[in-house]
């Protein structure tokens, strides 16, 4: 009688021994990678919101300077700050300003530009250890005072 129940549920396919470990040493490799890659894909996006926040800080602290040349200075250093902050390293880092908005006269809308690069490296992004950096770029505007004189 057990001969025949066993012959039965192989027939259906019911006894498959072996099948799942094999299954789960295939699929285990691939879910580790998906995972890997949604972190790094998540990393990558809070270190382009990181340096967008920091040309933010970098525009408006350069529009609310006096002079052009103070107004660089403050970018750099609101720009610094800012990625200091929020824990992002970079291997080289710019700040670029557009202030050609103090040339214009009193009453006349301006606005000044900051772009921030950092040129991160991967290892700080995905796995520990890992060769290569990427560049990353935010750029932001901030308004100058209509009527502020310049």
């Known amino acids: 009688m057990r001969l ?68 660089n200075s403050a970018a750099s250093a609101a720009a610094m700050q800012a990625l200091s902050q929020q824990g992002l390293t970079c291997a080289r880092t710019s700040v670029q300003v557009d202030t050609t908005g103090f040339a214009s006269p009193a009453g006349t809308p301006a606005t000044i530009t900051a772009t921030v690069t950092c040129v991160v490296p991967l290892a700080d992004l995905a796995i520990p250890g890992l060769p290569g950096s990427m560049t990353i770029t935010g750029t932001a505007s901030s308004p100058l005072d209509t009527y502020r004189e310049r």
Do not use: K, M, Y
């Open 4 to 71: 025949i129940q066993r012959l039965r549920r192989r027939l259906r396919g019911q006894e498959e021994t072996g099948s799942i470990p094999l299954e789960l040493a295939i699929l285990t490799p691939a879910g580790l990678l998906l995972i890997s890659v949604v972190v790094f894909a998540g990393r990558v996006a809070l270190a382009h919101q990181t340096l967008d926040g920091a040309a933010a800080s970098a525009a408006r602290d350069a529009s609310i300077s006096r002079t052009q040349p103070a107004a």
